[in-house]
Every structure is written in C-alpha cells, then in structure tokens.
C-alpha cells in the first residue's frame, strides 16, 4: 500500500521522512506557542504583564514568541498534551504531503510554514476569538512572496485570490449587517481569507469558502443542544482546516498539476 503512493521507492522516501519529522516537532512548538498567546491574551490584564499585550493581540503574540509570559506564574507549563500531539500530527501529515508531491523545493518548505501558521490561528481563535494581524498578514505576505518567486501559483492569481477572499467575506459582513443590525465576523476572518487566497489563488479559494462554511455548519448543529442555534463560534479555525486540506492534501489544485 505505501510503496503505491510514493512516485520513487527506496530511499527516495527517506526525505520526505526527515521532512515530516522536522514539521512534528515545529508543531509541537507551535502548540506551545499558540498555548501561550491564548493565555496572554484572555489574562494579560489580571497576570500583570504591559496593557498593550491585553488590547493589541500582535503585541500579545509578539510577547510569547519572545518568551516573556514565561517568567509570569500563570503562564507556566505547556499545552495539554492530547493538543500538542494533534498539532503535530497535523504537521508532520501535510508536510509529508507536500514533499510528496514536488519534494523538497521552496514552494513545499513555505506552505510546510503556512500550515503551522494556519495551525496556530485556528488554536488563538478557538481559545480567544481573535486573529492578531501579525500572524494574518504575516501569512498574506509569504503567499505573495511565494507566488512572486514563481515557485507556485503566478502572481496575478495570488493577488486576484487575496482580493476575493477579502472582498467576499466583507461583502457578507455587511449583507448581514445591514439584515440583522449585528455583526455576523470578525476583520480577521476577511484578513485570513484574503491571505488564504494568496497562497491558492481564487479558484481553490473558493472550495476553502465552501468547506469551511459546511465544517462551521456541521459543528454548529453538533453544538445547538448545549449552545442554541443562535450561538456564535470562531470561523477562522475552520478556514485554517479548509486552508490545510486545500494545501496539504490538494496540492495540484493551486500548483495547477
């Protein structure tokens, strides 16, 4: 079975391998880090620490990075372990992914760090309801980067799917403004979107769109027992899903094999 999905056998897996080891363990210090931004930011004001890292969350994100929540006593100690392994998990799979459709090239290093970006947004979100524009934007400009280079979608498409996924969603942001008299998202759901559409161009962005909105749904039913139909949740780590899977698994589809 395994010798069917490598285009090589022998140790021309061996790469791959190494590759996909490497991704574990910078997802095991992804889940810490995205660990330790979390908690920054829903406790900075009562742990002490600058009020800046409580109102601005590039500046909380900034600060965990830096290590300096770990000199503070509410911030000792890691992320649950089940969380550490899933994210790892996660990592070392989408990275043995890339490497296994173009090898080890540019193109698959930089999404290999899109996907640990897109992995830590999706905890900050779920934890927090934010999305710091140090990581969102971040990750627009590596995709452009990228498609500048010419190591993966052209240019024009890059820009084209950062336009459409900002454009779209903002869209929305005020059809249900202008419907409902509230806010339906948040300016970092249009932010990650737009970056999304950088790295994929507007075509595969458009089944990120779709599948996040079905995997949203479908959580959203799971969930209206204990919160009601009315709840609202995070979108941003179901477009980081959508955004991994369009990336990891269906490569071909923004590399255009």
């Known amino acids: 079975m395994l010798s069917s999905f490598f285009p090589d056998s022998g140790w021309f897996a061996w ?33 002490g620490l600058p009020c800046f890292a409580a109102m601005d969350p590039g500046a909380a994100v900034l600060a965990a990075l830096w290590g300096r929540s770990a000199k503070r006593p509410s911030f000792q100690g890691g992320p649950p372990l089940a969380l550490a392994l899933f994210i790892s998990a996660i990592s070392a799979a989408s990275a043995f992914a890339l490497a296994s459709r173009y090898g080890i090239s540019l193109a698959g290093a930089a999404s290999a760090l899109a996907v640990l970006v897109l992995l830590a947004l999706a905890v900050i979100d779920a934890y927090t309801g934010l999305l710091p524009d140090v990581l969102t934007l971040t990750l627009l400009w590596l995709g452009l980067a990228l498609a500048w280079t010419g190591s993966a979608i052209g240019l024009h498409d890059a820009v084209a799917g950062a336009m459409l996924g900002y454009g779209l969603l903002y869209a929305l942001f005020l059809g249900f403004k202008a419907w409902r008299g509230r806010e339906g998202m948040g300016y970092g759901d249009f932010k990650l979107a737009a970056a999304l559409g950088a790295w994929v161009g507007p075509l595969p962005l458009a089944y990120i769109l779709l599948a996040a909105s079905l995997l949203g749904t479908a959580y959203a039913l799971w969930r209206w027992k204990a919160r009601g139909l009315s709840a609202s949740y995070p979108f941003g780590p179901f477009l980081a899903a959508a955004g991994i899977l369009v990336l990891g698994r269906f490569t071909e589809l923004h590399l255009g094999f």
Do not use: T
């Open 15 to 47: 790469p791959w391998a190494a590759f996909a080891g490497c991704a574990a363990l910078a997802g095991w210090w992804c889940a810490g880090f995205a660990w330790r931004c979390s908690r920054l930011l829903l406790v900075a004001g009562q742990a």
